[in-house]
């Protein structure tokens, strides 16, 4: 199979067309194929799997990864010698590199994650490509011949919602293709996150998408615009992705834009995890993923139960294998075939739930920020190892923040602060009080760390 496109394309539709049984043989070669690879190119993956049998086409017998335990041997992880955590680290913390190719090859991202802890990871063109094809293999799904007729009346324009000014995954694959002059460069146009609701729903209005892709929070407060006749778009297909959704709010979305509505659980690890269908399930793209719902002790949970944790492989990036890792989300398995005729495996998903701020106005009336703008602003501070804002009062925001070693404190403060100062200001809550929190952030029960905490 060609990691071309048109390869890929092809591959993923003979796959689909003959059903379980192929799209099973796929992961297994697949799998096997990465772990021989794993185990050539990257020590650290050479010293884990020592001692495994000659070719591993389960995923059991692996053992579990996660992102801290990858990002401590993080130059010995890489199968690409030259990867390495510093050279990464001055990358991304380069704003001039957005849409760059680090090393000339890749693509380089960050992320917090449900941890507040930033994650940096590194992209090949074959993983890139595979997202792509899934992507574009979905929309077919999705649409059909009159939906895209419809799309392409309306210019096939794609609105992406990110955050912008840093390395994500979005931002930075949208960056590299306007850098690069591809075709889909011209369809896309990237929308900040940071915008104020009123500027973003003018710039809307203007470009008029198609397709509007991008954080379900912000999507979420766009459709309230689009409600009190704001917001004036028409798109045949609106993709929430970032953070989970309930069925209140898939359907809020499409009767608010008259559209169809298809979320997509995905992640900066594997960035083609999963798509949504219309009984308001997420399929999971087998075919190029590994994907293992476990109990505490990583043992298999019972399709129609929630998991502990959910274990992942991402079947595609050769340069940054993930094998095995523990995402943090709790997810079920649906324990018969969906409704919707695909024969994809159907999840649920509990985690990563996106929590919005509401603020009082002295104008009487409520501003909400997305949870993305703030915690992606706080992210892309250089210093800050790990963070947490809690709105502690209607309008108190407390700022915790766990500093690099080697950062000054007050330094990395003054920046944070700064940034923070500006959205709520372009926002128009100059009334929201900023206190500097001297506690460390808080730890959940369950480990983690919410990065953003809603009053009450």
């Not at 697949?30 to 591993?56: I, N, Q």
């Not at 802890?117 to 009159?146: E, I």
């Not at 075709?183 to 729903?201: D, E, W």
Request: charged residues 25%; hydrophobic residues 40%; glycine residues 8%.
């Amino acid at each position: 199979m060609s990691d071309s496109m048109s390869g890929l394309n092809r591959d993923i539709r003979r796959a689909r067309k003959k059903g379980t049984a192929a799209i099973a043989q796929r992961q297994r070669d697949r799998l096997g194929d990465l772990v021989a690879h794993a185990r050539s190119a990257s020590p650290y993956y050479r010293e884990l799997y020592r001692g495994l049998p000659e070719r591993v086409e389960d995923p059991a017998l692996l053992p579990v990864t996660d992102k801290k335990q990858l990002t401590e041997r993080f130059d010995d992880w890489a199968t690409d010698r030259d990867v390495t955590f510093e050279k990464v680290r001055a990358f991304t913390d380069d704003p001039d590199q957005i849409g760059r190719r680090f090393l000339g090859k890749y693509l380089a991202a960050t992320t917090s994650g449900t941890s507040g802890r930033r994650g940096m990871f590194v992209l090949d063109d074959r993983c890139m490509n595979v997202g792509s094809a899934l992507l574009s293999r979905a929309l077919v799904s999705w649409l059909g011949p009159l939906g895209l007729a419809r799309a392409a009346v309306r210019g096939g324009r794609f609105a992406q919602l990110v955050a912008t000014e840093g390395h994500y995954v979005g931002f930075a694959g949208y960056a590299r293709t306007l850098r690069e002059g591809s075709l889909r460069g011209r369809l896309v146009r990237a929308f900040s996150v940071h915008t104020p609701t009123s500027q973003l729903v003018d710039r809307l209005n203007d470009y008029r998408p198609a397709f509007v892709i991008g954080y379900a929070s912000t999507i979420m407060l766009l459709a309230a615009e689009q409600e009190a006749g704001r917001l004036r778009i028409d798109p045949v297909l609106v993709q929430p992705a970032g953070e989970t959704m309930s069925t209140s709010d898939v359907d809020r979305l499409a009767g608010a834009f008259d559209t169809m509505v298809r979320p997509v659980y995905s992640a900066t690890e594997c960035i083609y995890l999963s798509n949504g269908c219309a009984e308001g399930w997420y399929h999971v793209n087998d075919d190029w993923a590994v994907f293992e719902p476990v109990d505490a002790d990583h043992r298999p949970t019972p399709p129609g139960e929630f998991s502990h944790t959910v274990l992942i492989s991402n079947l595609a990036n050769r340069v940054q294998p993930f094998l095995r890792y523990d995402l943090g989300d709790s997810v079920m398995l649906r324990p018969d075939p969906c409704p919707c005729g695909d024969v994809l495996p159907a999840i649920r998903v509990q985690g990563r739930t996106g929590d919005m701020l509401t603020f009082p106005t002295s104008r009487g009336d409520d501003v909400q920020l997305a949870p993305l703008a703030l915690s992606t602003l706080f992210d892309r501070v250089p210093g800050i190892e790990l963070f947490q804002i809690e709105q502690t009062a209607p309008s108190v925001l407390r700022v915790r923040v766990a500093v690099a070693p080697g950062a000054d404190p007050d330094r990395v403060w003054a920046t944070a602060h700064r940034g923070l100062a500006r959205l709520l200001a372009d926002s128009k809550l100059d009334d929201v009080t900023v206190e500097r929190g001297e506690e460390p952030p808080k730890q959940e029960s369950g480990g983690k760390y919410r990065t953003v905490v809603p009053f009450g």
